[in-house]
T-cell receptor, first 113, second 115 residues
Framework: EAQVTQNPRYLITVTGKKLTVTCSQN?????MSWYRQDPGLGLRQIYY???????DKGDVPEGYKVSRKEKRNFPLILESPSPNQTSLYFC????????????FGPGTRLLVL | AQSVAQPEDQVNVAEGNPLTVKCTYS??????LFWYVQYPNRGLQFLLK??????LVKGSYGFEAEFNKSQTSFHLKKPSALVSDSALYFC?????????????FGRGTQLTVWP
């Protein structure tokens, strides 16, 4: 089944404790992206990747890191999480052309205490 | 700067009535436009998109949207709403002239269809 998977789905952590949210797609998509969803703000793009080893900042990259060493994986790294990073995070992928539909993962709900 | 506006946080309609969820956009070039839907505790699902051609686009679950270049709008419509259409709807835009991968979302509109 074609899908985007994220792990973990739910995470409670404390300020400053490094964490990684994994994202994997099995559709051989070139483009992958991370978003955060907050009430009243919609989805905001954190980082995106046009292909392996090619990443760029979105609207809200501060406090996040990403890497794209393999085509299928695009982990989101929070080196020192803070409470304002409490949010719902979505990973998405698409074949690569700008007109293509993005496929979203199920989301990761993060609470930083 | 690219942006998307969904002027209504909430839309309430009775089942069987037509529904409209509004979206206006701003891009420096010509747009690719998308609608996504999010059901509770789920990820976003694609509904429809405008790339080129006919301004009226038909999508999943009986939804359609009309691209209006002069009004820079892409309103989502359905002739007869169902209770199961109740969800959060997002409009999104990409600048087709850009080589960057940025996709801009609106803040979302909560649609409630009551029986």
């Amino acid at each position: 089944e074609a899908q985007v998977t994220q792990n973990p789905r739910y995470l409670i952590t404390v300020t400053g404790k490094k964490l990684t949210v994994t994202c994997s797609q099995n559709m051989n998509h070139e483009y992958m992206s991370w978003y955060r969803q907050d009430p009243g703000l919609g989805l905001r793009q954190i980082y995106y990747s046009m292909n392996v080893e090619v990443t760029d900042k979105g609207d809200v990259p501060e406090g996040y890191k990403v890497s794209r060493k393999e085509k299928r994986n695009f982990p989101l790294i929070l080196e020192s999480p803070s409470p304002n990073q409490t949010s719902l995070y979505f990973c998405a992928s698409s074949p690569g052309q700008t007109q293509e539909t993005q496929y979203f993962g199920p989301g990761t709900r993060l609470l930083v205490l | 700067a690219q942006s998307v506006a969904q002027p209504e946080d909430q839309v309430n309609v009775a089942e069987g009535n037509p529904l409209t969820v509004k979206c206006t956009y701003s891009v420096s070039g010509n747009p690719y436009l998308f609608w996504y839907v999010q059901y509770p505790n789920r990820g976003l699902q694609f509904l429809l998109k405008y790339i080129t051609g006919d301004n009226l686009v038909k999508g999943s679950y009986g939804f359609e949207a009309e691209f209006n270049k002069s009004q820079t709008s892409f309103h989502l419509k359905k002739p007869s709403a169902l209770v199961s259409d109740s969800a959060l709807y997002f409009c999104a835009v990409r600048d087709r002239g850009s080589t960057l991968g940025r996709l801009y979302f609106g803040r979302g509109t909560q649609l409630t269809v009551w029986p």
